[in-house]
């Protein structure tokens, strides 16, 4: 990525603020380099045990802060820091550091938030899917123009009316799959969802509709949709069971064979109900040889996630060590002992879950949304609409893969958009989209989305422009991981690799040696008045 972004905004961006930075103390000098008394508090401070009241505290200290960098500094002289694994290792740190500087933790947790809070209500509805045609394949995308997406539009509205007229949903779904092959529209029931379950669009609808209501078409990346919704219901949340299955003898049992199932599985029951340990029951006598070997215990789950009959029995137990008489599924007959009652699971144990699907999607936006508002506030940022209107009557007739496409908007020399008064210009965007990959199949849906990455990447890479001036801390987190690399591998080299009975006494000979090797310089005179330098 920062290939891409700095190829297309560092032709253009010019940092308008110059750092003055004001030249701080120097500590020490140590084989020719000056070491920042901030550095030196830094790495103090990290150690709690050094009371900055105490001298000889602090002299002590100073003496191991000396040597320290002694050893970095023989480190340096074997060049150690310019080995391609290492400048390779240090990259990778500072890419993974910077972005915990570019994160805007406040606004992901609003986003979170809204995606748990959604989570509370258990959905469950019927649609009618109308699919748009299958586009021209562009690097393996399947590129759909808005002109194709107008004959589904009008069947969605026309089933809309119909039912909107009195035909109920149900009939309606049904006339228009019955003996279609082409599946051109499909009728499905969806008993529950979840959040980051289905596409955004979908989502935002089927979460705020009341049930019995009909929506108007919704479009998402396969087709539009027409959808009834059945129930919202309070998502009791997880449960955690046991279980001890008594499983039928054949994939189709017979009367007398499943009655057989339920008697064996009557008789576990009365030994629970008379006092037998459950776990042990479980390991001896279930068939499901996953859960059987630790005591018939499943993992906690939720609405939708089991067999109804399974989940509806759980869901039914209330307290905490209560048994169900034998249930019945697919598979056999069950008795279950509630371990957990169901109970909503903390956010703070789901937020995470919920980051890592939001970041691995296009709902990843979301989650910078707060950044990139702020940051546009920042920048001075400034929109042409005009301009991205013509960008998307491009992409009206062209699909944004295209060679028209691109050779076309090559050609448009209009300002986009301006941060820090740099001017960004349409044939830059379109050399972006070029090289920059997306799920979305509708055109002007693979733009926006493009557009979006575009402001965000640019943001990004000028927030990583000035890093170093806004967050001090960045440069002296860097630098230690720095010093920290060649101190290991040196110590490997001079020390860890010997008997651990001769460590000690090469410790001592390499300091020695150190000390006579390289020059140091400490200032006194800050040193004595460190106290009005600690914060």
Known sequence: MKKIVMLLVTVVFISTIEAKEKKEPVIMTVA???????????????????????????????????????????????????????????????????????????????????????????PGFKHILF????????????????????????????????????????????????DVEDRVVSYTTVQNVFPLEMTKTMEEKVFTMEPGEISLPV???????????????????????????TMFPANNPTEAEKAETLRQSDSIYQRVMAGDDFAELAKKYSKDSVSGINGGVIPLFGIGQMIESFEKAAFALEKEGDISKPIETRYGYHVLKLLEPAHEIPYEEMAGRYYESMRKSDRNFELYHEFVEKMKVRHGYIFYPEAYDELKRLADE??????????????????????????????????????????????????????????????????????????????????????????????????????????????????????????????????????????
């Open 219 to 245: 479009r998402s990346p396969g087709g539009f949709h027409v959808i009834k919704l059945e129930k919202r219901i309070p998502n009791p949340g997880k449960v955690r069971v046991a279980h001890i299955l």
């Open 398 to 535: 062209y699909f944004p893969l295209d060679t028209a496409f691109f050779n076309k908007g090559m050609e448009m020399e209009k300002t986009l958009i301006v941060f820090d008064s740099a001017s960004y210009k349409q044939n830059l965007f379109v050399n972006y989209v070029n090289r920059r990959p997306s799920t979305k199949t509708l055109s002007i849906d693979y733009m926006e989305e493009i557009f979006n990455l575009f402001i965000h990447d640019v943001l990004t890479e000028m927030e990583r422009e000035i890093l170093e001036r806004d967050f001090p801390e960045y440069n002296k987190q860097v630098k230690e991981y720095y010093d920290g690399f060649l101190l290991f591998e040196m110590s490997n080299r001079r020390i860890w690799r010997f008997p651990q009975e001769e460590q000690d006494k090469l410790e001592t000979e390499w300091v020695k040696e150190l000390n006579q090797k390289y020059p140091v310089v400490i200032n006194q005179k800050v040193l004595k008045n460190i106290k009005k330098y600690i914060n």
């Open 32 to 122: 020719g380099k000056d070491i920042p008394l901030s550095e030196f508090i830094y790495i103090a401070k990290k150690d709690s045990s050094i009371d900055f009241n105490d001298k000889n505290a602090v002299n002590n200290f100073v003496e191991l802060f000396k040597d320290y960098k002694l050893k970095v500094a023989d480190a340096e002289s074997f060049n150690f820091h310019t080995h391609p694994k290492f400048l390779e290792d240090l990259e990778n740190y500072k890419r993974q550091l910077q972005e915990s500087y570019l994160e805007d933790k406040s606004g992901q947790d609003v986003a979170l938030r809204k995606i748990y809070d959604r989570s509370k209500i258990i």
């Open 131 to 178: 699919r748009f045609p299958v586009g021209e394949i562009y690097s393996g995308v399947s590129g759909i123009l808005p002109k194709d997406t107008v004959a589904p539009y009008n069947s969605a509205m026309e089933a809309y009316n119909r039912i909107m007229s009195g035909e109920s949903f149900e009939s309606v779904g049904e006339s228009l799959t019955k």
